[in-house]
């Protein structure tokens, strides 16, 4: 089943603007967790507790919501994570040609994970990593 990357972003940022009503989004990412990205595609469509999360950067926050497991739609929000917190959890990114990954550490985990990320959703995570590492994510320079 394929998806309208469109149509997920705007689905997102609606679950953004229930989850904070303030927030307005930068930009999203679809991101799936696991060491393993191939393993980690054939298999999460039949699973239903996979940790599958769309990551927004908002101008106030990183939230991360569950994709649900009955079709490619944001879920109940996870973990919102401060900017400068997410700085210091983000570790080890590596572009690839087909999946991009980076480490993160979320909240009350010692141990960071794999989050891999698709090509179709790498220009996102491009941006997602420049404008963190931008004093004001989301205010143009």
Known sequence: MGFIKSTTVTQVAEAVGQSDPFARPVVTLGVGSGRHPFLWAMLSAGIADSDTFFVTLTDRSVL???????????????????HEQVRARIGEVRRGFLWSTFRFRFPGDTEAVWLNVKRAWRPEMDRFLDALRQDSPGRPS
């Open 64 to 82: 991360f919501h569950k994709v649900t497991s009955a079709g490619y739609r944001p879920g109940k929000l996870r973990y919102e994570v401060a």
